[in-house]
């Protein structure tokens, strides 16, 4: 079963991260068309910029961090202070391991759970974008699901550290 759980994160992080690499590239397609639109306009060959530019890479690049936090979970990849790891024994290690991956997995669920009330209360009230008049709840709905992403495989890092410390494993078993 755990086999199938550590596939299965490994799965959803990995097709996130694409998907978030490739949010990012169109969004550097569209600031370019963008921006050479502008230049060709100056010169009376083109029709301008594309209008909303800045909401669309907004939206898009948040969407596009959320989509990589399920990878730096499984990969426990996040920024983190070793000032006394080399210091403590490997089975103190493991135990705060378990700590700080509930921590991040109760981080996580907050996140979601505010991105959600947040897009409910976007969509309820209409609220749009102030140039391209995108409706506001597309964003917070792209970037909730990164964070329900990030949730999904949170929880499963919780249960691989928790399993590393009941077996006995090291810390960095399994997190390649």
Request: one cysteine or more; glycine letters at 8%.
């Amino acid at each position: 079963m755990y086999v199938i759980l550590s596939r299965l994160a490994e799965i959803i992080a990995r097709w996130m991260a694409i998907a978030g690499g490739l949010l990012l590239l169109v969004i550097i397609a569209l600031t370019c068309v963008s921006i050479a639109g502008r230049a060709l306009f100056s010169a009376g060959i083109c029709c301008g910029p594309i209008r909303g530019i800045y909401d669309y890479t907004e939206i898009g690049v948040g969407a596009a961090i959320f989509a990589f936090l399920p990878w730096c979970q499984v990969k426990s990849a996040h920024a983190t202070v070793d000032l006394f790891k080399s210091a403590m024994p490997d089975v103190v290690n493991r135990a705060l391991d378990v700590v700080m991956n509930t921590g991040l997995l109760v981080m996580a669920y907050l996140i979601a759970d505010r991105l959600r009330l947040g897009m409910l209360d976007k969509l309820r009230y209409g609220e749009t974008t102030l140039i391209a008049q995108v409706p506001v709840w597309i964003g917070y709905a792209a970037c909730l699901v990164g964070a329900v992403g990030f949730v999904v495989v949170a929880a499963f890092c919780v249960l691989r550290s928790v399993r590393q410390l009941a077996f006995n494993r090291p810390a960095s078993e399994g997190q390649s």
